[in-house]
């Protein structure tokens, strides 16, 4: 960038920025600690599209002339190009991305440079760009929720018959299919996905035409910025649209949800690959080893996805905070909502991606799993059904199993090991079909309700998904 002469760009100068009045320029402690292009700079092409398409509508309200619309487009795309080529210099004394772009834009085409912030306030072209910004990213984050759920659906729709202890206090508690567990985690993402779609909705509002924070004198034409910037409408109130972040605040609900949900996942995963469990191995490309136990594969991806989810988690807190107690309308706190804002998108991509790819490739071994229910007495609430369908009151036949639980233990052996003359001792009305629903496969499949472990009801769950997931 070249120079220039600081009379003719007052942007070139940062003490001139805004105004004549200051006397003695910015210490350089205030400049960097006020500075926000270190990271903001990651806005360009929003900041650039929101700039065009407020041009394009002052020409069109003719409060700018056709040939400042040229040049000012012919300005930007060279501004675009320098940028991707990494040739742009970005300065720190021009504090962020917005004075940045404009002050190049005023050095390449002159006085339609300096037309461009008419009727426009940095506060409604942050606010849009942000939006703008956060809106790309929330349709890329969408295919990649789709992915983590597909990739559960088809590993689930390969266990439907695999049998594994369904956990209560992680207490074996009852049989329940692999594919019936997956799916509970496919349901989780399925919700989040929908909320994205419900946040997005509040994203994509117009804040421009708000200009500082009252609105402008200009005959600006909202509706049409809007539409070309693909808006579904404007912000209806000029202090709130230059205010308000809770579009960031949604986004970082969601994403500390679905992060929360990865967490979970990424739990059992560390647990089910343990030697203690031993129910499923992981690719080695998403295991490391250890510097000083040769013996080791350690689960790290999954590790860090569960740990990174305070990471998110801790942005959502972040902002909430940074928002709570601001005034109306913006405030230069507001500046602060741009880093956590990002590192939750890369976060969160990219522990969508690699918990995909890692879940898609996930091992299973469902001899482990099925001798983890046998050890339960994962079918000790079957055996009291039996008794209430003989006619016992629940209460009762809760009681007699009891009893049958404490000898099995006592001999080391299941129930359905335990002889038909044992079972009688507990109550009568125990005959020998008795061991149909003493076994964990009988057991599973008599849970038949809509949205139980029985197989095919697991695969109906299979059906829906994959359905829905195009
Ligand atoms: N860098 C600022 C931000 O990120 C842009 C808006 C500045 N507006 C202002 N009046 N200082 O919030």
């Known amino acids: 960038m070249t120079a220039s002469n600081p009379s003719s760009n007052p942007l070139a100068n940062k003490s001139q920025a805004w105004s004549a009045l200051f006397s003695e320029p910015m210490s350089e402690l205030v400049q960097r600690y006020t500075a926000s292009v270190g990271f903001d700079k990651r806005l360009w092409r929003a900041d650039i599209d929101g700039s065009l398409a407020h041009a394009r509508m002052l ?15 012919r300005g930007m795309a060279q501004i675009a190009g320098e940028i991707e080529r990494g040739e742009f210099t970005w300065k720190l004394e021009l504090e962020d991305v917005h004075l940045n772009i404009e002050a190049r834009l005023t050095e390449l085409v002159g006085l339609a440079g300096k037309r461009l912030h008419t009727g426009r306030s940095r506060n409604d072209q942050v606010a849009t760009d942000v939006r703008l910004w956060l809106r790309a990213e929330i349709d890329g984050l969408t295919p990649l929720l789709v992915a983590m759920q597909r990739a559960l659906v088809e590993l689930a729709a390969q266990h439907t018959d695999t049998v594994m202890p369904g956990f209560t206090h992680l207490q074996v508690a009852q049989p329940v299919s692999f594919a019936h567990h997956l799916l509970a985690y496919v349901e989780m993402f399925a919700r989040d996905a929908e909320r994205l779609v419900d946040v997005r909705k509040r994203v994509n509002r117009l804040p421009l035409g708000a200009a500082a924070l009252a609105g402008t004198s200009y005959p600006l034409d909202r509706e049409a910025v809007a539409r070309s910037l693909g808006f579904d409408g404007v912000c ?30 990424s739990e059992e995963i560390v647990l089910w690959m343990s030697q203690n469990f031993g129910f499923i191995d992981l690719a080695d490309r998403y295991c490391t080893g250890s510097s000083i136990m040769p013996q080791k594969r350690n689960p790290d991806v999954a590790e860090l996805a569960r740990g990174k989810t305070g990471r998110v988690v801790g942005h959502l807190m972040g902002l909430l905070t940074l928002m709570k107690g601001q005034p109306l309308t913006y405030n230069k706190d507001n500046q602060e909502d741009k880093e956590p804002l990002f590192d939750t998108v890369d976060t969160l991509r990219d522990t969508l991606r690699i918990m995909a790819e890692m879940c898609a490739g996930i091992v299973v071994k469902p001899e482990a799993m099925e001798r983890a229910a046998l050890r339960g007495y994962a ?18 036949a809760h009681e007699a199993v009891a009893h049958a639980v404490k000898v099995a233990i006592g001999q080391g052996v299941d129930l359905a090991q335990l002889p038909l003359a044992t079972l009688q001792g507990f109550h009568p009305s125990i005959a020998d079909d008795v061991f149909a629903v003493l076994t964990l496969r009988g057991s599973m499949n008599a849970r038949q309700v809509r949205g139980g472990t029985a197989p095919e009801q697991a695969r109906a769950q299979v059906a829906r998904h994959r359905q829905r997931l195009g």
């Open 236 to 265: 209806e109130n000029s202090l709130d649209a230059v205010s308000d972040r809770d579009f960031a605040l949604e986004f970082a609900s969601f994403a500390s949800i679905c992060m929360v949900h990865v967490s979970r996942l």
């Open 59 to 73: 020409a069109a309200q003719s409060i700018i002339s056709a040939q400042d619309l040229a040049d000012i487009e």
């Open 379 to 396: 079918t000790a609430t079957d055996l009291a059904d039996y008794l209430v369908k003989k006619g016992l009151p629940f209460r009762d």
